[in-house]
């Protein structure tokens, strides 16, 4: 008995997708100060980080974020270009590392701590 070729071909084609690799997980997430009128965006693919002024209210828009690769310290990455804005960081970790961050807006260096929005947890 002579077995069909689309029939061994849909076999090759199920244990190929079966036995393939899977592809590295890349996680994404984002942040909003209390009102939204700054915000972050983190890709782990690459690590970067992207801090945008989403009002043209004379504010600044600085991300607070934990480094655990760095000795779990938080740094301040400012946006003081204006609303309508965005700053890249390139943070370079090491895959899987821990990775913290939540958004606040500021003015002349100083934290508003009073439009902070929560604290996001992610990894690169």
């Given amino acids: 008995m002579r077995i ?5 071909a849909g ?3 199920v244990g190929t997708l079966v036995l393939a690799p ?3 997980a890349s996680a994404t997430s984002s942040a ?4 939204c009128n700054g915000s972050a965006y983190f890709d ?3 690590e970067h980080l992207y801090v945008y002024d989403n009002a043209h209210d004379g504010l600044a828009v600085v991300v607070w ?3 655990f690769d760095l ?3 938080w740094y301040a990455g400012w946006n003081t270009s204006g609303g309508g804005t965005v700053r890249p960081f390139n943070l370079s970790m090491p895959e899987g590392t821990p990775f913290h961050y939540y958004v606040c807006l500021g003015s002349g260096g ?3 701590w009073n439009t902070c929005g929560p604290v996001v947890y992610d990894a690169a």
Wanted: hydrophobic residues 35%.
């Fill in 4 to 8: 069909p070729r689309l029939l061994i």
């Fill in 11 to 13: 076999a090759l084609l």
């Fill in 22 to 24: 899977a592809a590295p």
């Fill in 32 to 35: 909003c100060a209390s009102t």
């Fill in 44 to 46: 782990s693919y690459g």
């Fill in 65 to 67: 974020n934990k480094r």
């Fill in 71 to 73: 000795g779990g310290n």
């Fill in 110 to 112: 100083v934290t508003y």
